[in-house]
């Protein structure tokens, strides 16, 4: 199984200020690696897939990148709505696994 | 518009079954393979299953095998879970996604298994 491995577990970042979000493979995973949002009392959505391609609607604001076992999630100004708990999946590889999630709070 | 809808969650008793639905739709069902992820109270999200367009390939987080078993109905547009000899700790919230990298989710279904 490929452990996903996120850091840090909390982000406090000011409004407007850039936040770099950090996801570790336990083995490598080609470019098969996606990015989700989630508020609280919502369904998570999808923010990045392939790595680094933009979901539908996705500001431009966020972006990902990596290859490997090593990638980025990166908010480059931070929005109010932005707010959130992000988690990084793989999906190289059966079983699919998810990191724990990085909180990204209002500092 | 793609809409994917869960419904069956509820109340259990451990070793009991129940089974979820998801009906989908503003999209052609029979295209995509259909993920299920849940979610237990306070934590993070975990992976429970698969399912190949034409169903003919099925997978399984471990600690759900020989348990759960995913189904779909292309005809119907329908996606399914069936739970059986449920645990405490399957409780959580279950969503049905679409596609490997679950680009679109419903809003979820609560199974909490207690006696």
């Known amino acids: 199984e490929i452990v996903m491995t996120q850091s840090p577990a909390t982000l406090s970042v000011s409004p407007g200020e850039r936040a770099t979000l950090s996801c570790r493979a336990s083995?490598?995973?080609?470019?098969?690696l996606a990015w989700y949002q989630q508020k609280p009392g919502q369904a998570p959505s999808l923010l990045i897939y392939?790595?680094?391609t933009r979901a539908t609607g996705v500001p431009a604001r966020f972006s990902g990148s990596g290859s490997g076992t090593e990638f980025t999630l990166t908010i480059s100004s931070l929005q109010s709505e932005d707010f959130a708990v992000y988690y990084c999946q793989q999906y190289n590889d059966w079983p699919r696994t998810f990191g724990q999630g990085t909180k990204v709070e209002i500092k | 518009e793609v809409q994917l809808v869960e419904s069956g969650g509820g109340l259990v008793q451990p070793g009991g079954s129940l089974r979820l639905s998801c009906a989908a739709s503003g999209f052609t069902f029979s295209s995509y393979w259909m993920t299920w992820v849940r979610q237990a109270p306070g934590k993070g999200l975990e992976w429970v299953a698969n399912?190949?367009?034409?169903?003919?390939?099925?997978y399984y987080v471990d600690s759900v095998k020989g348990r759960f078993t995913i189904s779909r109905d292309n005809a119907k547009n329908s996606l399914s879970l069936q739970m059986n000899s449920l645990r405490a700790e399957d409780t959580a919230v279950y969503y049905c996604?679409?596609?490997?990298?679950?680009?679109?989710w419903g809003q979820g279904t609560l199974v909490t298994v207690s006696s």
């Open positions: 392939g790595t680094s």
């Open positions: 399912i190949k367009q034409d169903g003919s390939e099925k």
């Open positions: 996604a679409r596609t490997s990298y679950s680009d679109y």
């Open positions: 083995q490598s995973l080609s470019s098969n």
